[in-house]
């Protein structure tokens, strides 16, 4: 039986193998970037995502998940400022949390991690190794997260301290590793602290909320890796990503939109080059008309010429990022101190 369409213009019906190859894709890799999403998609309709279909086919298929509490959003990777699409839970049950594959004490150290993580105040978005491995279980027995992700709390689960106190931490760094290799967290600054993977940015949007979680001042999303404004009377942040839109116009204002205090203009130019280049390395295949291999080659002897004439000057900005780190600084104990 050929699968079922729908026609162009008409009512939304049954999905047809187009959506299935769609929702498969993230079911089967997880989160991926948008530019792969984009990919398959103009592989699979040979249109491209900003034709009206695109839309279209994402209302199609979340009106049919939405039934079974499922949702395919996207998101942005705060540590890298790429938008990710992924499959994400929209309810939380005794039901869905039976779908889980951790245990109480893995929930009770990742929940504990999360929590320190959304508490740091530096803007860093990320804890240590060590706190991590430090994080006390029994303090997460009787408080539940309330997530939307299928690692529910164990709040309403049947407690076992015994469990959580043999803990040791062998186990815990097994699982630290483990929910990496999930995307439930991820390792930076060369794997020496632990932030939020993009899993967790799909599924704790809601529990981001009702936690009163600090928004960026640009896209009113959780504001968990961020810039933060040099006036420290001044609570706005802003998504690294986010900074280099609304700095992007060359007339723009490099102001905070709030205070008015200058913001960081350097590290803004800097880093909107770095990330030119990452997504010329991250480009979908197949999305695009092939390069000429001799403007290719020119364009690499340019780049490579351009490297080695950075490499050989200093760095400017290395002076101002201590001034930076000790005004966040004070505003964290001052905050610590508050509390």
């Given at each position: 039986m050929p699968p079922l369409q729908r026609e162009e213009g008409g009512p939304a019906s049954v999905l047809n193998w187009r959506h299935h190859a769609l929702i498969q894709a993230l079911?089967?890799?997880?989160?991926?970037?948008?530019?792969?999403?984009?990919?398959?998609?103009?592989?699979?309709?040979?249109?491209?995502?900003?034709?009206?279909?695109?839309?279209?086919?994402?209302?199609?298929?979340?009106?049919?998940?939405?039934?079974?509490?499922?949702?395919?959003?996207?998101?942005?990777?705060?540590?890298d400022g790429k938008a990710y699409y992924g499959v994400a839970n929209n309810f939380a049950d005794d039901q869905s949390k039976l779908g889980t594959k951790y245990t109480v004490p893995q929930i009770a150290l990742y929940k504990g991690i999360i929590e320190a993580i959304v508490q740091d105040s530096s803007g860093e978005g990320s804890i240590s190794n060590t706190e991590a491995l430090n994080v006390q279980l029994e303090n997460q027995v009787s408080t539940g997260m309330g997530s939307q992700s299928q690692m529910q709390s164990p709040g309403n689960l049947t407690q076992v301290p015994t469990a959580l106190k043999?803990?040791?931490?062998?186990?815990?760094?097994?699982?630290?590793e483990e929910l990496?290799?999930?995307?439930?967290?991820?390792?930076?600054?060369?794997?020496?602290?632990?932030?939020?993977?993009?899993?967790?940015?799909?599924?704790?949007?809601?529990w981001f909320h009702s936690n009163e979680v600090p928004t960026c001042e640009v896209c009113n999303e959780?504001?968990?890796?961020?810039?933060?404004?040099?006036?420290?009377?001044?609570?706005?942040?802003?998504?690294?990503?986010?900074?280099?839109?609304?700095?992007?116009?060359?007339?723009?204002?490099?102001?905070?939109p709030r205070c008015g205090v200058q913001w960081h203009v350097a590290a803004v130019k800097r880093e909107h080059l770095e990330e030119e280049d990452n997504n010329e390395d991250d480009a979908p295949e197949n999305s695009s008309p092939p390069v000429d291999p001799s403007s290719r080659k020119r364009s690499r002897v340019s780049q490579q010429h351009q490297q080695n004439t950075q490499e050989s000057k200093p760095i400017s900005s290395a002076s101002s990022n201590p001034v930076a780190n000790t005004r966040r600084s004070t505003r964290s104990s001052a905050r610590q101190h508050a509390a």
């Open positions: 079911l089967s890799r997880g989160p991926i970037k948008d530019n792969q999403f984009h990919s398959f998609f103009y592989q699979l309709t040979g249109k491209t995502p900003d034709h009206r279909s695109f839309n279209d086919y994402l209302l199609d298929i979340n009106k049919q998940l939405a039934y079974v509490q499922l949702d395919l959003r996207k998101c942005l990777n705060q540590y043999n803990f040791t931490m062998s186990q815990k760094d097994k699982t630290i990496i290799r999930d995307q439930w967290l991820c390792a930076i600054s060369n794997g020496q602290r632990i932030g939020l993977g993009v899993r967790s940015f799909l599924d704790l949007r809601c959780a504001a968990i890796k961020v810039e933060l404004c040099q006036n420290e009377g001044c609570e706005v942040r802003m998504h690294p990503s986010c900074v280099k839109k609304k700095f992007s116009q060359t007339r723009a204002k490099k102001v905070c």
